[in-house]
């Protein structure tokens, strides 16, 4: 019998590439989305975000059924902009997008155009265990210009350094295999097989 596991996000893409990694690495576990707006905490790093966020959960608004659950944030650092926007990375993408980060960075060249992709997955067995975290990270750089039709939110803009391609450039199925999310939700895999 397949094991279930709720993904509690609001963001439905999301929810696309980690039922598309869970179905083709993990015949075990089915992912059950849950549509649920828990508070964005705004702290300093994304670890801390993604484990408040998670113990919120538990405290306050356990699920109806006993079931393990997990939540995923992710952040862009760059450190030619002293590591924003990090764990703001979603506020920042609603309010200014893709392109106010290429205006923001339309003068760094080369080194100064690095970025780093993390993704935190805060997952728990049942409310009373405190949850495990999964790291993810991917290394690249911003882009010159948005490139690619696929993925959502920063992907055209995030040049994987091993491939030179966007995000937005890969299949589901590419950009699982190396995206810091389908790094730290492997890690969530290995850890429950």
């Known amino acids: 019998m397949k094991k279930e596991l709720v993904f509690i996000t609001t963001n439905k893409h999301k929810v696309k590439e980690i039922r598309a990694q869970a179905n083709s690495e993990s015949k075990d576990i089915t992912i059950v989305h849950l549509d649920y707006d828990y508070p964005e905490f705004q702290l300093d790093e994304i670890d801390t975000v993604a484990e408040e966020s998670v113990n919120y959960i538990r405290r306050y608004k356990p699920l109806k059924e006993e079931k393990p659950f997990f939540i ?43 970025a780093t992709f993390k993704t935190v997955v805060a ?13 993810g990270t991917s290394k690249g750089k911003i882009a ?5 039709e696929g993925g959502f939110g920063y992907d055209p803009i995030f040049e994987l350094e091993s491939v030179n391609k966007t995000f937005a450039e890969m299949s589901t199925k590419e950009k699982n295999v190396v995206s810091h999310r389908g790094r730290a939700f492997r890690k969530l895999l290995d850890y429950i097989a």
């Not at 902009?81 to 060249?109: C, E, Q, R, T, Y």
């Not at 997952?123 to 790291?135: D, H, M, T």
Request: proline share 8%; glycine share 12%; hydrophobic share 40%.
């Open 123 to 135: 997952f728990c067995e049942s409310p009373e265990k405190a949850p495990v975290l999964f790291v």
């Open 144 to 148: 010159k210009a948005a490139r690619g």
């Open 72 to 114: 995923e944030d992710s952040g862009l650092t760059l450190p030619a902009l002293n590591g924003f926007p990090g764990p703001f990375s979603a506020f920042v993408f609603d309010k200014i997008g893709n392109a106010g980060i290429l205006k923001l960075m339309v003068d760094k060249n080369g080194e100064e155009r690095r």
